[in-house]
């Protein structure tokens, strides 16, 4: 199993900037993509953004241009930079991982709060 923990939540002014970090423990070695996911008040889980084993990343729409995902794999740490963050924004923001031969998510993080302040 792979246990995950995200920080580097916060409060930012619209135009700001945050950059979220997940860093995974435990059979990090079966991971087979890790998943920026976020979570507004009354809204669904969607995905943010992506990063395989082999590099390839991508993205939601939304967000193309103004996040990046990118990955340490010293630190086994996956970061998402947030970049001319809007009000919209504003969410709760998952880490999660899928694993080698699966087609769920094999872990989720307990979540990291950001908020976009207008």
């Known amino acids: 199993q792979v246990q995950l923990a995200e920080s580097g939540g916060g409060l930012v002014q619209a135009g700001g900037s945050l950059r979220l970090s997940c860093a995974a423990s435990?059979?990090?070695?079966?991971?087979?993509?890790v998943g920026w996911f976020r979570q507004a008040p009354g809204k669904q889980r969607d995905a943010v953004a992506t990063?395989?084993?082999?590099?390839?990343?991508s993205y939601d729409d939304p967000v193309k241009g103004r996040f990046t995902i990118s990955r340490d794999n010293a630190k086994n740490t996956v970061y998402l930079q947030m970049d001319s963050l809007r009000p919209e924004n504003t969410a709760v923001y998952y880490c999660?991982?899928?694993?080698?031969?699966?087609?769920?998510?094999?872990?989720w993080g307990q979540g990291t709060q950001g908020t976009v302040s207008s």
């Open positions: 435990g059979s990090i070695s079966n991971i087979f993509a």
């Open positions: 990063i395989r084993s082999d590099g390839r990343t």
């Open positions: 999660a991982v899928q694993c080698a031969g699966r087609t769920t998510i094999s872990s």
